[in-house]
């Protein structure tokens, strides 16, 4: 079954990915994204470490 990602998940992994990319990556950014991530996977029952494996594929290998 696949993990459901919230839209908000993938804005603030996409604004964490760019900041990357750009060798600015802030602790802010690395924090909300973090937190986002642990909120979500309690939410839902889920895995911390596959809803953020899962996001990251979505975010940085959109492809796949």
Same mark, same amino acid.
């Given at each position: 079954? $696949?993990?459901k990602?919230? !839209? #908000?998940?993938?804005?603030?992994? /996409?604004?964490?990915? #760019? =900041?990357?990319? $750009?060798?600015?990556?802030?602790? !802010?950014?690395?924090?909300?994204v973090?937190?986002?991530?642990? =909120? +979500?996977?309690? $939410? /839902?029952g #889920? !895995?911390?470490?596959?809803?953020?494996?899962?996001?990251?594929?979505k975010?940085? +290998?959109? =492809? !796949?």
């Open positions: 079954m $696949a993990i990602l919230s !839209d #908000e998940l993938i804005k603030l992994e /996409t604004k964490a990915w #760019e =900041e990357i990319q $750009a060798g600015a990556l802030t602790v !802010d950014t690395a924090q909300a973090q937190a986002a991530i642990s =909120e +979500h996977a309690k $939410a /839902t #889920e !895995d911390r470490f596959k809803v953020e494996a899962a996001l990251k594929k975010v940085r +290998h959109p =492809e !796949d």
